[in-house]
């Protein structure tokens, strides 16, 4: 019996390896027809929020230098758009389940660009910070509603939540701006 | 007549060993439940990015690899140390990362073909152009999940 268990136990303990896969998940655009041109992009100017890396990894956040520590408040700023500043997103009066009229600023898109030789680090980088940004944003609406954190909510108040809140990030496809070296 | 016998050298018991079954089980299944199989051999060397606001995957069965990276030392030789790509078991271009998908999405149950995620497994050092042919390809043969995979960092430190 011992013997068994001890030929199993070595089996596992040789092909084990602990590690859990994580990472950030995202949704691409479905592809565009081949034959077609691109449809014009119809987005408000002030709707949208620009951010690129270049290759040496700067950011360049709506035509400003920027210290990725810093990004993570702008982005809040901007989808959270309190003051109804005419150069942040446009606010949206909505009814959602659960929370009632709400102003979102539900066509916000944050459009993330890079230079082909940026390096990966610094995009998941930049991502994170986005990713960062939303749950932030999120958290805090939770908290405030329901006194809990987004995580512990019930499904149909995240999705209320979500609503206020959608996560909106383009990822298009890059650009070779200052690459010329 | 009761004699109580009086032993003038005592032995130690011999140690218990009815009970080693159950221990060796505990970590048998211990080790059993915690086990992932690894999924390929690794041909390209891959560091993953670290992120903080990393989500678990959740569906493994239904997650499939693109690797990323410069070719590990053995291989060097015949591939050269250029960035390429792995898929499953064979380095590959991003001209076969279409057939490749399409093959695995066919392979599938129907029912989970539309839930099929694809993690870029990208070393950090990686230059994001193959990253944004390896995104196109994926775009392409409608494979749109995408989890860009990272390592948890515990203390952020970028503030």
Redesign the interface.
């Known amino acids: 019996m011992a013997d068994i268990a001890f030929l199993l136990l070595i089996f596992f303990l040789v092909t084990t390896s602990m590690s859990t896969s994580t990472g950030l998940s995202r949704r691409l655009p479905p592809p565009l027809p081949p034959d077609q041109p691109v449809p014009p992009v119809d987005i408000n100017k002030r709707n949208l929020f620009v951010v690129k890396v270049n290759s040496m990894n700067q950011l360049m956040v709506q035509g400003e230098e920027m210290q990725l520590k810093d990004l993570r408040e702008k982005v809040k700023e901007f989808i959270k758009n309190e003051n109804d500043d005419p150069t942040m997103p446009v606010k949206v009066r909505m009814n959602i389940p659960l929370l009632g009229e709400m102003e979102v600023t539900k066509d916000h898109v944050i459009s993330l660009q890079n230079d082909v030789d940026t390096q990966y680090q610094a995009y998941i980088n930049v991502q994170n910070e986005l990713v960062a940004a939303y749950n932030e944003l999120r958290n805090e609406l939770s908290q405030q509603k329901f006194g809990k954190l987004f995580d512990d909510l019930a499904d149909d108040q995240k999705e209320a939540i979500q609503d206020v809140y959608p996560m909106k990030i383009s990822e298009a496809e890059p650009k070779n701006y200052g690459g010329a070296k | 007549m009761a004699q109580i016998r009086k032993d003038t050298e005592r032995e130690t018991p011999a140690l218990a060993t009815s009970s ?2 159950d221990i ?2 505990m ?2 299944f211990f ?2 439940a ?5 999924e390929v051999t690794f041909k390209v060397r891959v560091m993953a ?9 959740e569906n ?1 069965s239904l ?1 499939r690899y693109v690797y990323i990276g410069k070719p590990m030392e053995q291989y060097a030789k015949a591939f050269g140390s250029e960035t390429r790509i792995q898929l499953g078991d064979a380095f590959a271009d991003v001209g076969e990362l279409h057939e490749y998908i399409v093959a695995e999405r066919t392979a599938m149950n129907e029912n989970d073909q539309n839930l099929m ?1 694809v ?1 870029i497994k ?8 193959i ?2 042919d390896v ?2 390809a ?3 043969a ?11 960092k515990t203390a952020p430190t ?2």
């Open positions: 080693l079954p060796i089980f970590f048998l080790f059993m915690v086990t992932t199989m690894k990015p670290s992120a903080t606001e990393v989500t678990k995957l493994k997650t995620t993690a990208a070393d950090k050092n990686t230059k994001m152009g990253v944004n995104k196109k994926l775009r392409d409608y494979a749109l999940k995408i989890v860009y995979s990272a390592s948890k970028n503030r």
